[in-house]
Structures are given as C-alpha cells and as structure tokens.
C-alpha cells in the first residue's frame, strides 16, 4: 500500500529566507514521485517530478527535491521565497495509483 | 496550445439530483483522470481512463461513474448528490497510463456544492 505524509499543515517563511516543505512516503513498489502546486482558484502546476533518475530533481521556479529511498523522504527546498511562492503544496506518489499529501500551505511574509 | 478545460466552473445542486461534470483533455492526450477536493484537504483519485476503458478507480461509491468519448473527453456523473459531495472536482490528462507516473496536467475545476 502506498501512502505520502506532509509533516507540515502550515509553513511561513520570510521572503528571501530558504523554503522546506517535507514529505515523506511508503509504497510497496519503485514509485515515482511529484510535488504540485496550487495557488487560489487555479489548477494544479507541476513543480517537479522523480522517476529512478537523478535522485535531486530540478524543478520550476527554483525549487528542487531530494529523493532519499533510506528515509523514505521527498522534501521541497528553494533557496530564497518570493512572495508569489505563497500557495498549497501537494507532495504525491504514484504506484498503481496517484495519492496526493494533505498539501502545506506556505506563507510568505514580506 | 489548450490545456485541459472543464465545464461548467461552479455548480450548485440540491441533494439527491444528479450531475455531470465534463473535460476535455490537452490535444493529444489519451489518458484522463478525476479527482475530488474536498475544502482543505488534498486530491482524492476517483477514476482513471484510457482509451475509453476504465484503467483505475479509487474509493468512491458506486453513485460515482465515468466514461471517454472517441475523442477522448470525459464525463464525470455524480447521481443521487449528498452534502458530502461539495468539492473541487478535477480532471488530468495525460499522454499513458501505465504506470501512473506519467505527468498529469490538470484543469481549473469544477466547484460543486450540493445544498
């Protein structure tokens, strides 16, 4: 069985300070792993995603995620906030099915 | 080019009728899903489709049907709407299905409220 936690509901940072938003995981098989992003009344957006590649994944907008398979982790890091980063993020595994995080919502303070 | 378009945007039914909600996928695209987001909480797999068969189906009752048309659109019918029902519904399109790893691209949603 599969299953994503996101260990934070809420995260707020200060803008240019560094952005964590931590995930971990299980499945039963390889899985692949994504993080989306969903600001207020728009769609989903792909960030990134891990596919038994390169196990740090470069995304869009200057986040990236480090797959850790002996932690079990998939955290979302970007070096410095922007205020337009302020949104809710989904981490997601994908086995047979897709499973989708609570999300965290992120604040930036100017 | 397009991405995936959903109609209508907002719907508000009263309990016990019946809706259809509908999405046409990124040209291209055989593969569509729908999802169900309850205010607050992430998004919950409802169906998969491929090909105009039925590749995966989460945990939903059986009030919850799908299907996909020749040109790969999909409908969503919810029948017999509980309060429980209000959601963001959304629909992803994606170019395979198998494994479940290929990107999903994901419309705006259809926001449901059942009164």
């Known amino acids: 069985a599969q299953s994503v936690t996101q260990l934070d509901s809420h995260v707020s940072v200060s803008e240019g300070t560094p952005v964590l938003l931590r995930c971990n995981y299980s499945s039963s098989y390889s899985p692949s792993l994504f993080w989306y992003v969903q600001h207020p009344n728009k769609g989903l957006q792909l960030l990134l995603k891990y596919t038994s590649a390169a196990t740090l994944v470069k995304g869009i907008n200057g986040f990236e995620a480090e797959f850790k398979k002996s932690e079990t982790s998939f955290h979302l890091t970007k070096p410095s906030a922007h205020m337009s980063d302020a949104a809710e993020y989904f981490c997601?595994?994908?086995?047979?099915?897709?499973?989708f995080g609570a999300g965290t919502r992120l604040t930036v303070k100017p | 080019d397009a991405g995936v378009t959903q109609s209508p945007t907002h719907l508000i039914k009263t309990r016990g009728q019946h809706v259809t909600l509908r999405c046409s996928p990124i040209?291209?695209?055989?593969?569509v899903s729908w999802y169900q987001q309850v205010l607050g909480q992430g998004p919950q797999f409802i169906f998969q489709y491929y090909e105009k068969e039925e590749r995966g189906r989460g945990n939903f009752p059986d009030r919850f049907s799908a299907r996909q048309f020749p040109n790969y659109s999909s409908e969503l019918n919810v029948n017999a709407l509980l309060l429980g029902d209000s959601a963001l519904y959304l629909c992803a399109s994606s170019l395979v299905v198998t494994p479940l790893a290929d990107t999903q691209y994901f419309g705006p949603g259809t926001r449901l409220t059942v009164l």
């Open positions: 040209s291209g695209h055989k593969s």
């Open positions: 997601v595994v994908s086995d047979q099915n897709m499973r």
